[in-house]
């Protein structure tokens, strides 16, 4: 293929590059743009204006430049980001040695394989779509390489032809091909699949990620939800202290112990937690999961075997209790505090507290009664704390977020010897009305702590409740959105406007429909779908569901495809023509051999004038076909109306329904 002859084509090509990178921006750099359009006017001069490719010394340095930059962007070449880089790099500067049919072929390849790694960072519904246009304008630019004169209009005619027929080739293969798990689901170098909650704590840790609207899981409940008040959704216990981290036990698959009964649960829900890395879950306690890749703890936490990567969703049954057991002597470790040096007023106020009042309940009583006399501020953007942060934080600046309240409270318990730790994970939520769920973001993020006493068992206290309740009752929102900084990059900040809230809860209807219907469409959801269908799976029931859902379909496809054209050289107007007096001799005029159709026509008046309007017509167009080149559009018109009114009857509907108008 000469270049000087394929302009077209590459236009078509240029394009569907450039949309194949486009939406990826999002997570590269924006350099890689600036190269796409260097790159795209050196080829055009070089086809239009006779530039030179460049040597092989100027694509080697450009080959390393592009590897340099991914490295220096990334800081690594590992990362999935750095690796997709390189490769829309590669696909770049491809142009600058693009001289054959073979090399066209290949770009418009390697482009098909960019659009598909757009769904590794993101597979809303949203993106789904703009990945079918990207697709959309691949095939475009593909068509343009055979059919160099042809309309946008032309070739998207065809790709949408072709879009139907595979149609239900596609729904066939969705519903019974195995599933092995889509790629965005298998653990992927990079940063990506980690978001969200931490495995441990530091103050001003839970701040940060509070101020983010992205979504951390939906709940969906079998009957009415509970109170936003109960809403703890429990992620990790936090029970080790090294004076300024709480971090989780070093050990936890030594503390495993049986799950709670699911058929005691008064609540039961199902759980998607958005596409992430996952190593816990979230339930509202006690919870029992119903997944096979989990285990319970005896801090009754569900941790994973292995880390799941993607979008997981599960069904929980939670029973309500007011303290939980324990069951290997964990609250003799929840006594331990580091740095014996370290926060003396806070030691000194627990040891008054540890001296004169006997009772476990009562020290925690006088822990509540502090926080609820002193004038703490509940703030995102609190002091920076120094080395005695617990003592800065509860007798100087008085500024925290609920890290700050609980990680003191618990420093306070255990120096009172009243054994305590932290329990993080997410607090209420934002019902959904249109579709009756709760959308839990990472704004809702918390930290609360627990407290073990003899006669209850582990107890949750939440000092947040006592210096800011409408964080509690009201959620997050209620407290926090006067605050500069809360959600001021997302969109949920537009939330006070109803008819955002309206949009956003109908684009997050189609997004969880995606989710649990496609995405979430595993071996389990198509083994019961299966049998639903099938009543059981066996090969002679899956043969016949494939020959009726897949063969018919394929059958007519092929017929409206592949039939048969008519015979090259074959007169459609005489055809046609015939057609019409073959259907004015069955009403009682025929024509005669070798009667002419002027003479027929004359006949037809004198003997039944009824029809004589139609058959002019029909004369007309027949004679105005015999004059006209096929290829011109004339004759195309004329052979439309000679076959439209080839039966009288049609005639007589339109003439009538006319004369009605009239």
């Known amino acids: 293929m000469k270049i000087s002859e394929s302009r077209h084509s590459i236009l078509w090509l240029l394009l569907a590059q450039l949309s194949a990178i486009l939406p990826l921006i999002a997570v590269l750099p924006v350099w890689i743009v600036v190269v796409w359009v260097a790159s795209a006017w050196w080829y055009w001069r070089i086809i239009s204006a006779g530039y030179q490719f460049p040597v092989a010394a100027i694509k080697a340095l450009l080959a390393i430049a592009a590897v340099l930059g991914v490295y220096l962007s990334f800081s690594s070449l590992l990362a999935l980001e750095a690796m997709v880089a390189i490769l829309i790099l590669a696909l770049i500067l491809k142009l600058l040695e693009l001289k054959t049919e073979r090399d066209q072929w290949l770009v418009l390849m390697l482009s098909y394989f960019v659009v598909a790694c757009g769904l590794l960072f993101s597979q809303q519904i949203v993106d789904v779509v703009f990945a079918l246009l990207q697709i959309m304008i691949l095939l475009l630019a593909q068509q343009s390489m055979n059919r160099d004169k042809a309309s946008p209009a032309t070739m998207s005619r065809s790709v949408g032809v072709m879009a139907l027929q595979s149609l239900p080739l596609m729904l066939l293969l969705f519903v019974i091909f195995p599933r092995i798990g889509p790629l965005w689901t298998m653990p992927l170098p990079g940063g990506q699949g980690i978001t969200g909650m931490s495995d441990s704590l530091e103050f001003g840790d839970i701040a940060k990620l509070s101020q983010s609207g992205a979504l951390a899981f939906r709940v969906r409940f079998d009957a009415e939800p509970p109170s936003t008040e109960s809403l703890y959704w429990r992620g990790l216990v936090l029970d080790q202290f090294d004076g300024r981290r709480w971090t989780r036990n070093a050990w936890p698959a030594r503390n495993k112990i049986p799950a709670p009964e699911l058929a005691t649960a008064t609540v039961k829900y199902t759980v998607t937690l958005e596409s992430a890395l996952h190593e816990w879950l979230y339930v509202l306690p006690i919870g029992s999961v119903d997944r096979r890749d989990v285990y319970y703890t005896a801090q009754h936490q569900w941790l994973s075997k292995r880390p799941i990567n993607g979008r997981v969703e599960y069904v929980v049954g939670s029973q309500f209790v007011g303290g939980l057991p324990d069951h290997n002597g964990a609250e003799r470790q929840n006594l331990q505090l580091a740095g014996r040096t370290q926060n003396p007023q806070a030691r000194a106020l627990a040891a008054e507290w ?155 209807n189609m997004n969880y429909a995606w989710a649990r219907w496609v995405l979430n469409f595993d071996s389990d959801t198509q083994n019961n779908f299966l049998r639903g269908l099938l009543g059981e799976i066996n090969p002679q029931r899956m043969l016949i569901a494939v020959m009726f859902a897949g063969g018919i379909p394929m059958v007519l496809v092929a017929f409206f495809s592949l039939r048969i054209p008519y015979r090259k050289g074959e007169d459609l107007a005489a055809k046609y023509y015939l057609t019409s007096c073959r259907a004015l001799a069955r009403r009682g005029v025929c024509r005669e051999v070798g009667e002419t159709p002027e003479n027929y026509l004359a006949r037809v008046k004198r003997d039944m004038p009824c029809w004589f309007g139609w058959l002019e017509m029909q004369t007309l167009l027949f004679g105005e076909c015999n004059y006209c080149s096929q290829q011109s559009a004339n004759y195309q018109k004329n052979l439309r109306q000679l076959k439209r009114f080839q039966r009288p009857q049609k005639w007589l509907e339109r003439t009538s329904s006319r004369g009605l108008e009239s």
């Open 354 to 508: 540890q001296k004169n009042i006997a009772k476990a309940s009562d020290r925690v009583a006088a822990a509540i009664q502090f926080f609820e006399t002193t004038p703490f501020e509940y703030t995102l953007t609190p002091s920076v704390l120094g080395t005695n942060n617990v003592d800065e934080f509860l007798f100087t600046t008085r500024q925290g977020y609920c890290e700050h309240f609980a990680g003191s409270f618990v420093f306070l318990m255990r120096a009172a010897g009243v054994p305590a730790r932290i329990v993080v994970g997410y607090q209420g939520g934002e019902f959904n009305k249109r579709d009756n769920y709760l959308l839990v973001h990472q704004s809702d993020a918390h930290a609360w702590a627990e407290v073990w006493l003899a006669d209850e068992g582990w107890v949750r206290v939440d000092p947040t409740a006592t210096v800011a309740p409408s964080r509690i009752r009201l959620g997050a929102e209620a407290t926090l959105k006067s605050q500069s900084g809360y959600l001021k990059d997302s969109f949920m900040s537009l939330r006070r406007f109803e008819w955002a809230t309206r949009l956003r809860f109908f684009v997050d």
